[in-house]
C-alpha cells in the first residue's frame, strides 16, 4: 500500500467538555466513507472523544499518542504481539484506536497506556468506554468493524479494525 492511499479525514466529534470540536483522522480511502459514517453517529449521540490527531503530531509514537488518549488512525507500525513481526491493520489504514486511556489494551497483565489501569475493571460504565452495546461499539458494528474488546487472551479495548 502506497501514502497515495491514504486519507486525511477531517471529523467532528463530541468532546469530554460537552462541546463540539474538530478533529482529523488519517486511513485508508476505501474506508474513508464508512469511518465518516461511524464519527458522524458519535458525535449526534454525544459519545465523548478526548482528543483526535493523526500520529505525525506524536512523532509516529503510538505509546506516546496513546499516553495523551487520543484517538488514531493509520501508523506505519507492527502489530503488538508475541509472535513474529507482523505489520498492524492500522500500517493499512484500516483500524482506529478510540480514548486510548478509558480503553486499555490488556497483553500479559501489562496495561497500555498506564493510565487505562483505572479502567481494567470495565463496570461501572464511564463515559468514553466501549463496551458490548454501547454507542462506540454498535457504531463500528454498523459499517462491519470488529472491536479488539472481544479478543479473550488480550482484549483491545480501544481497537477498532476492517479486513
Known amino acids: 500500500m502506497g501514502a497515495d492511499q491514504l486519507r486525511r479525514l477531517s471529523l467532528e466529534y463530541w468532546g469530554f467538555d460537552d462541546q463540539g470540536h474538530t478533529g482529523a483522522l488519517v486511513v485508508h480511502a476505501s474506508v474513508a466513507s464508512a469511518v465518516v459514517t461511524v464519527f458522524d453517529r458519535?458525535?449526534?449521540?454525544r459519545f465523548p472523544i478526548r482528543r483526535m490527531e493523526p500520529i505525525d503530531a506524536f512523532n509516529g509514537s503510538d505509546e506516546t499518542s496513546m499516553d495523551a488518549d487520543n484517538t488514531s488512525g493509520f501508523n506505519c507500525r507492527y502489530a503488538v504481539a508475541d509472535r513474529?513481526?507482523?505489520?498492524?491493520?492500522?500500517?493499512?489504514?484500516?483500524?482506529?484506536d478510540v480514548n486510548p486511556v478509558e480503553n486499555?489494551?490488556?497483553?500479559g497483565g501489562k496495561v497500555q497506556p498506564p493510565a487505562g489501569?483505572?479502567?481494567?475493571d470495565r463496570s461501572p460504565y464511564r463515559p468514553g468506554m466501549a463496551v458490548p452495546g454501547g454507542a462506540l461499539v454498535n457504531a463500528f458494528a454498523s459499517v462491519g468493524w470488529s472491536w479488539g474488546g472481544r479478543w479473550p487472551a488480550t482484549p483491545d479495548?480501544?481497537?477498532?479494525?476492517?479486513g
Open 117 to 120: 489501569g483505572a479502567f481494567v
Open 84 to 96: 513474529p513481526p507482523r505489520w498492524s491493520r492500522h500500517a493499512y489504514g484500516k483500524a482506529i
Open 157 to 162: 479495548y480501544q481497537h477498532f479494525e476492517t
Open 42 to 45: 458519535l458525535r449526534a449521540e
Open 104 to 107: 486499555p489494551y490488556l497483553q
